[in-house]
């Protein structure tokens, strides 16, 4: 999917609003993927993400984060982190299709259907431009921003 346009997805989003791909033409557009609201390590990434949101803006770019918790978990988890993005609620596991980020995983020994740790960073024009799978958090958004800043 590298260097190809992103099909345009709408998807149910934190505060209740919808958020649709094709309106955010124009800027550079970072989606990460996550397991659940709530937990360490997306917590820490979603931390991370928040911390650095004013320097992705000063890039003129947008972030987004995405899992398959409901809207409700979502508003939850935002305003205990004070997330300046907006999550989406990928329930019926759509997008997560268009990126393949559905994995099994161990999970306390235990194999279990799960989003693996991703996030994907689209030009202006709706092209993605790069891919990080298996993600470790820490550094992981630093790391974005470089790359964002030099597209």
């Known amino acids: 999917m590298l260097n190809k346009t992103v099909p345009d997805f709408e998807l149910p989003a934190s505060g209740g609003q919808t958020f649709q791909l094709s309106a955010h033409q124009g800027k550079p557009l970072v989606l990460y993927f996550y397991p659940k609201d709530s937990t360490p390590g997306c917590t820490t990434e979603a931390q991370q993400f928040r911390d650095l949101h004013p320097q992705f803006q000063g890039a003129g770019c947008e972030v987004v984060g995405i899992s398959r918790d409901s809207v409700k978990s979502h508003d939850n988890f935002s305003a205990k982190q004070c997330l300046p993005f907006p999550l989406l609620s990928d329930g ?7 990126f393949g980020v559905i994995k099994m995983k161990n999970m306390y020994g235990k194999q279990v259907r799960g989003i693996e740790r991703s996030t994907f960073v689209l030009d202006g024009q709706g092209v993605l431009r790069r891919e990080w799978r298996g993600v470790k958090v820490p550094g992981h958004a630093q790391e974005v921003l470089e790359f964002v800043k030099s597209i």
């Open 92 to 98: 019926e596991e759509t997008v997560c299709n268009i």
